[in-house]
């Protein structure tokens, strides 16, 4: 017999109230003191509840395992017989009814002294000392494991007393910890990390680590991903809706209602699919019926984040939520799929690298990035260097201007003759002034878009205009090269029109057409949307035209640097062209070669009015686009032999 529980029922019988000599099962009171009494000792709240539950077992008050933890639930505590009520309160509410509880019309004082009714003792027992040898020791209940009900060996040794460190390593414990991690990914860090020009920059790393990929098999690629998913399985087990419920219920407790919305919005477009996946709702006759479609590719891939742990099949490593990218093994555009089973996640820089390209055509990227040199790495982060300065430095200028009420040289005509660099940092530094959701703030992406019959209507892609349901001229168009519509054959119906445009992706994330852009700003900085005031606090409007330019000795600094530095990169630039080695110099020899001349004429002739996804001869554009890949990645892989 273990000493602990001997212990135990020492100090049981010793704190019963006067006239009570001995435990009674029986008595609510008497189990309420036996629970506080191992609950001060550490031990584990559901092990008490089944020893309480097993010391009633006896007579009246047993309930099944379904009915005690629908009693929890409520909230309730067994008070001891067949008493139940809420947790930590003396007080009596329900009581055992055959295998089930029933609520009392109201509610009973718990018995504290014994003295007898439905659940107490005669209150004529002779009190006794704690030393009394007849005290029972044998309560064997207290060994029983509460899932088995077989004897727990651990229990009779430690009394219920919790061992932190053997605690941390049960496999549920474990299962809680990496789904922790998985979600620590899921939030922003906080930590400032690479921003602008640059940030996609792939290192040598990298490089060397997507070669290694280039060269598995397409089964050894998924053999590798599956290796992922089984090991953290093996962490985790299956992830289900549960799983899946719980982490997106934390994660909006966690960032809060703004976040939330925008995060979720971030995983729903993650991989840029077609609408089909992302919008409206599962058609009759669908396991998921009437539910809506973005909403489960969001819970899709959240799962599949879980499931892999977000690790990097390339490199093995967990890519943060944030700087990661969902990319399709096999690309949406050369007719990979949708799914699991074709996703895996990889860095942002890794993804943008990769684009749309197939396997040869990457791994002849690789070799010419991989032969770069110094100069050429230098040049490359000088001009990222200098983007990013000078981006910064017309933000700040312009977003002072609008702060101070200055509106320096603009006009409508100065706006209408920016170039794209100096009209992003104007408009940027305006959006950052009025801020996101303001309704003066510019879009600086839209999606592609076409006039049909007078009337404006947007592009997919893969230039498959959105059908108008009212014309059925409008049914199944679509773009060609030189800017005609051409009706699709095969389309009858609005339905299947539809189809076309959603089966494709939509054109959004591009940046939006200049003259539309410029628009948009010079209607912003005039009329009553203007910041800019006169004397008398009116609002006044930019200037269509000045006679004469303001001097400015702000911007005519930031001229002045950025003058400087493109001198230093011109310098850089002349020493690559002087080197035959440098990758510049290599590609160029190769682009003067009569087969990349012949192979390439002869891929524009097969595309004919078509474009590389729809050629007007396929089977000839097929044929030569693979010829033209294996020997464009052989004079990368020749020149690479040859130099080193």
């Not at 659940?119 to 029983?144: A, C, H, Q, Y």
């Not at 960032?255 to 939330?260: E, F, Q, S, T, W």
């Not at 089973?341 to 684009?355: L, T, V």
Request: glycine share 10%; aromatic share 6%.
């Amino acid at each position: 017999m273990s000493l602990i529980v001997d212990s135990i029922f020492t100090e049981w019988r010793a704190s019963l109230p006067e006239g009570s000599s001995h435990p009674n099962t029986k008595n609510d009171y008497h189990l309420f003191l036996l629970k506080e009494i191992c609950l001060k000792r550490g031990i584990s709240e559901n092990i008490i509840n089944s020893v309480i539950l097993a010391l009633e077992a006896d007579g009246e008050g047993e309930l099944s395992p379904e009915e005690k933890k629908k009693a929890y639930d409520q909230g309730l505590e067994g008070k001891g017989g067949s008493a139940w009520g809420p947790k930590g309160q003396d007080k009596i509410t329900h009581r055992v009814k055959g295998k089930s509880l029933e609520k009392l019309s109201e509610p009973e004082t718990l018995d504290k002294k014994g003295s007898g009714g439905k659940t107490g003792g005669t209150g004529t027992e002779t009190p006794k000392t704690s030393s009394d040898t007849n005290v029972k020791k044998d309560v064997n209940t207290l060994f029983k494991d509460p899932e088995t009900n077989e004897p727990d060996k651990h229990f009779a040794d430690t009394g219920g007393v919790v061992d932190k460190e053997k605690e941390e390593d049960t496999p549920q414990k474990k299962r809680e910890k990496t789904l922790k991690k998985v979600f620590d990914l899921f939030i922003p860090s906080g930590e400032d990390t690479d921003v602008g020009a640059g940030k996609f920059r792939v290192t040598e790393e990298d490089i060397n680590d997507y070669k290694a990929w280039i060269a598995l098999s397409p089964e050894e690629r998924e053999a590798k991903q599956k290796e992922i998913v089984e090991k953290q399985k093996e962490k985790i087990g299956e992830v289900t809706d549960a799983d899946i419920d719980k982490f997106i219920v934390d994660l909006e407790e966690r960032l809060g209602p703004k976040a939330y919305k925008s995060l979720m919005s971030s995983i729903r477009g993650k991989g840029a699919p077609p609408p089909k996946y992302t919008t409206g709702k599962f058609p009759k006759g669908h396991p998921k019926e009437g539910q809506s479609i973005g909403k489960e590719r969001e819970r899709q891939i959240i799962k599949h984040y879980i499931q892999t742990g977000g690790i990097n099949p390339m490199n093995g490593k967990s890519v943060p939520f944030g700087d990661a990218q969902l990319d399709h093994i096999t690309s949406l555009d050369n007719d990979g799929e949708d799914g699991a089973e074709n996703w895996m996640w990889m860095e942002a820089k890794i993804n943008q690298f990769k684009g749309s390209l197939n396997d040869k055509e990457v791994e002849a990227k690789l070799i010419e990035r991989g032969m770069k040199t110094v100069d050429e790495l230098n040049k490359e982060m000088s001009e990222d260097e200098m983007k990013n300065w000078q981006t910064q430095a017309e933000i700040a200028y312009w977003q002072t201007r609008f702060e101070t009420n200055d509106m320096a040289n603009l006009t409508e005509k100065s706006i209408d003759e920016m170039k794209g660099p100096e009209l992003k940092t104007l408009v940027k530094a305006w959006n950052l002034y009025v801020g996101k959701g303001d309704p003066r703030y510019v879009a600086r992406y839209g999606v592609k878009k076409v006039t049909f019959k007078d009337k404006i209507y947007p592009l997919s892609r893969d230039n498959i205009m959105k059908p108008d349901k009212k014309d059925r001229s409008s049914w199944g168009l679509e773009m060609q090269p030189d800017g005609s519509l051409k009706k699709i054959k095969k389309i009858k119906t609005y339905d299947q029109a539809m189809a076309a445009y959603k089966g494709d992706r939509e054109s959004g994330g591009r940046g939006g057409k200049g003259s539309e852009i410029k628009q948009g700003i010079i209607k912003a900085l005039t009329g009553i949307n203007s910041p800019f005031k006169d004397e008398k606090g009116n609002k006044i409007s930019i200037p269509s035209k000045r006679d004469e330019k303001v001097v400015d000795g702000m911007f005519e600094a930031i001229e002045g640097l950025k003058i400087e530095k493109k001198r230093d990169i011109d310098d850089i630039d002349r020493a690559i062209k002087a080197n035959p080695r440098s990758a510049d110099n290599l590609k160029k020899q190769i682009t003067k070669e009569p087969k990349y001349q012949q192979l390439r004429a002869g891929m524009k002739a097969a595309i004919g009015k078509g474009n590389t996804k729809k050629p007007d001869n396929p089977e000839e554009y097929n044929r030569l686009k693979q010829e033209y890949d294996d020997w464009y990645l052989s004079k990368w892989k020749g020149w690479m032999s040859l130099i080193g």
